[in-house]
């Protein structure tokens, strides 16, 4: 009995034993398609100008948050400061350091994502091992993550 086209094996898709798969006919086509060296180009240039802007805010936001001192001056100034003034100053400087400390950890997904183009894996779900749809990496270019994986996780699921 021979295979139906559904299911027949080729060299060029690998994985399973021998390095062959089934082609499933079935299987949504946006999963199929690869980026194109022309895309991946594309959305390396949008890592590299997102990453250049966000070392530039964190760097602003952590001086300005040092800068701040939390409410006591950086004793240049003789006159006495309010106690609500202080908890301003303290709440400003620690959302500050938040908000340095978030646009930091997008950095570090950058760059991940930048290390995943030169291993060959961007564009590939971490989780499903399923290409992600081009239209999320336009949204989020660092995400590891495919947009149905990410729902079911944050639908407490996964």
Not at 7 to 16: A, I, L, Q, V
């Amino acid at each position: 009995m021979r295979p139906s086209k559904a299911n027949k094996r080729t060299p060029t898709e690998t994985s399973g034993e021998g390095g062959y798969v089934a082609r499933n006919s079935k299987q949504p086509s946006r999963h199929r398609r690869r980026l194109t060296p022309k895309e991946v180009e594309d959305f390396q240039q949008r890592l590299l100008d997102k990453r250049r802007d966000l070392i530039g805010d964190v760097r602003c936001l952590h001086d300005e948050a040092m800068n701040s001192g939390g409410g006591g001056g950086n004793g240049s100034n003789s006159m006495p400061i309010h106690m609500a003034e202080r908890g301003s100053d303290t709440w400003e400087q620690a959302f500050t350091l938040r908000l340095s400390e978030a646009q930091a950890s997008i950095l570090r997904d950058i760059d991940a994502a930048l290390q995943r183009i030169q291993d060959g894996a961007y564009g590939i779900c971490e989780a499903t091992g399923e290409r992600i749809a081009k239209a999320r990496l336009r949204a989020i270019p660092w995400t590891r993550y495919s947009i149905e994986y990410a729902r079911k996780c944050e639908g407490g699921l996964a």
